[in-house]
């Protein structure tokens, strides 16, 4: 059993930071690739940023004000987010493929999300 577990969401003034981390835990052999993805009430689930072994992406609406790594020894994510705005405020959920057998057969899994609201 695999488990995603976001943390680091919160309250904070527009122009402030925050950093997001996302653990998995569980039978994990490898991780091959990460995102961040963000969803407002109503709205479609947006991808935000992500990370493989060699290469970040961002969304065009981020860029340059969000940085996504990743702790390959600890299984964590993170996403720091700085110059943040109120259109940043939804809840961020993170996403990993994975390999559990070491066969390199990758499994989707989701974690349960964390509200960041940004007030102006």
């Known amino acids: 059993q695999v488990q995603l577990v976001e943390s680091g969401g919160g309250l904070v003034h527009a122009g402030g930071s925050l950093r997001l981390s996302c653990a998995a835990s569980g039978s994990i052999f490898s991780i091959n690739t990460w995102d961040w993805y963000r969803q407002v009430p109503g709205k479609q689930r947006e991808w935000v940023a992500g990370?493989?072994?060699?290469?970040?992406n961002y969304a065009d609406s981020v860029k340059g004000r969000f940085t996504i790594t990743r702790d390959n020894a600890k299984n964590t994510m993170y996403l720091q987010m700085n110059s943040l705005k109120p259109e940043d405020t939804a809840v961020y959920y993170c996403?990993?493929?994975?390999?559990?057998?070491?066969?390199?057969?990758?499994?989707?899994?989701w974690g349960q999300g964390t509200q960041v609201t940004v007030s102006s």
């Open positions: 990370i493989s072994r060699g290469d970040t």
């Open positions: 996403y990993a493929d994975l390999d559990t057998s070491g066969y390199g057969t990758l499994q989707d899994y």
